[in-house]
């Protein structure tokens, strides 16, 4: 059984910086792709990132220029946010899969770690 858990969530003001960590538990292999995800309040599950196991990376168009996805290893994914905004605000979850670059089908799911950007 494979478990994801995020990291890095917290409070932060408009322009401020945070980056997100998340780590696989368990007996890991073969996961090719990971990535990120936000939950806003209200709003449904959306993807911000992915990253798979050559270093190939796609951003949501609200990530683009602000957010950098990286890979320390093969269970390991990280989120750089900068710049960040009010709408940034919710739920960021991690997830990885072990059959496609697609993390919007990943099997593995974290639990969430919260981010708040309020001044």
């Known amino acids: 059984q494979v478990e994801l858990v995020e990291s890095g969530g917290g409070s932060v003001q408009p322009g401020g910086s945070l980056r997100l960590s998340c780590g696989g538990l368990g007996t890991i292999s073969g996961l090719r792709a990971m990535g990120w995800f936000r939950r806003a309040p209200g709003q449904q599950l959306k993807f911000l990132a992915s990253?798979?196991?050559?270093?190939?990376t796609n951003y949501a168009d609200s990530a683009k220029g602000r957010f950098t996805i990286s890979r320390d290893d093969e269970n390991t994914v990280n989120l750089q946010m900068n710049s960040l905004k009010s709408e940034d605000t919710g739920v960021y979850y991690c997830?990885?899969?072990?059959?496609?670059?697609?993390?919007?089908?990943?099997?593995?799911w974290g639990r969430g770690t919260e981010v708040t950007v309020s001044s």
């Open positions: 997830a990885a899969t072990r059959y496609s670059d697609d993390v919007t089908r990943a099997e593995y």
């Open positions: 990253i798979n196991v050559y270093g190939r």
